[in-house]
């Protein structure tokens, strides 16, 4: 399989979709919003975003799985699957309020091969595939070199169903608040990770996540120089719903700090 050609693809589908988000935004009201959650929303522009994504994905790899926020489609044992999240930040978007973007990862079996994540408002396009540079737009990026808490901006995501961590968020964004540049809460976590890759931030941390929130920010981060895992060290990020990211000089330190707050307090 020739990655790259099927990542530049993947990279013209999800401008394709993009496109058709941002001409929906113009139209788009409140009414049009379904609720799936408290704070959990989804609108008829997630589920036609996704089954365009899904139709295109079929005829450039005919034959793999689905794991797609909407469920549009799903998966069995395929070797190759898609892991979609076709409006990742959709709150913001029904409220006129970047970022939000659209996210497009590849597994093959369990290894994440190729990832793509759109910028809608920026019309940034972040993308990376197995043994590849990180890219923004056609330009290599890198993770940042900060080393420490005292030189980071740290990005992270508030819950809105696992308030049982609610003291533990609060107790971790004391610290990063009194000790690191700030802290960010962007409401997409595609764009977030995509933000650590380029170097913009230095960390990022939520708890609570999907797949399809973290499979496309992840390859990137990697191929930017970055590392991943969950909030106990470990490579169960992906379907465990807990997300550690940072440059590589500084998780170590990163992953000792949001470990404490969540797992020692919880033990």
Not at 105 to 118: D, I, K, P, S, T
Not at 121 to 148: P, R
Request: with cysteine; aromatic share 14%.
């Amino acid at each position: 399989m020739n990655l790259e050609k099927l990542c530049f693809d993947v990279q013209h589908l999800a401008k394709i979709t993009g496109a058709f988000i941002s001409g929906e935004r113009e139209k788009f009201n409140l009414e049009d919003v379904e609720v799936k959650g408290k704070a959990n929303f989804v609108s008829y522009v997630d589920k036609q975003a996704e089954e365009l994504i899904i139709s295109e994905l079929r005829k450039l790899l005919p034959g793999s799985g689905f794991i797609a926020e909407e469920g549009t489609a799903i998966s069995a044992d395929e070797r190759y699957k898609w892991i979609i999240d076709p409006l990742d930040g959709t709150t913001n978007f029904i409220h006129g309020l970047p970022p939000f973007a659209v996210s497009i990862a590849l597994m093959e079996n369990q290894e994440l091969v190729l990832g793509v994540v759109y910028e809608i408002t920026q019309d940034e396009c972040f993308y990376a595939w197995k043994g590849s540079k990180a890219y923004l737009n056609g330009a290599e990026i890198k993770v940042s070199t900060a080393a420490t808490t005292s030189d980071s901006l740290i990005a992270t995501g508030f819950p809105y169903t696992a308030f049982e961590k609610l003291d533990s968020y609060i107790a971790s964004m004391r610290y990063f608040m009194i000790n690191s540049h700030g802290l960010r809460r962007l409401g997409s976590a595609a764009t977030d990770m995509a933000y650590v890759a380029a170097g913009r931030f230095e960390a990022f941390y939520e708890h609570g996540l999907k797949p399809w929130d973290v499979a496309a920010g992840t390859i990137i981060l990697r191929q930017a120089g970055g590392k991943v895992s969950d909030f106990n060290g470990e490579n169960k990020f992906l379907f465990n719903g807990e997300m550690i990211a940072s440059n590589s000089v500084y998780f170590d330190e990163f992953y000792d700090i949001v470990h404490k707050y969540f797992m020692e307090n919880h033990a």
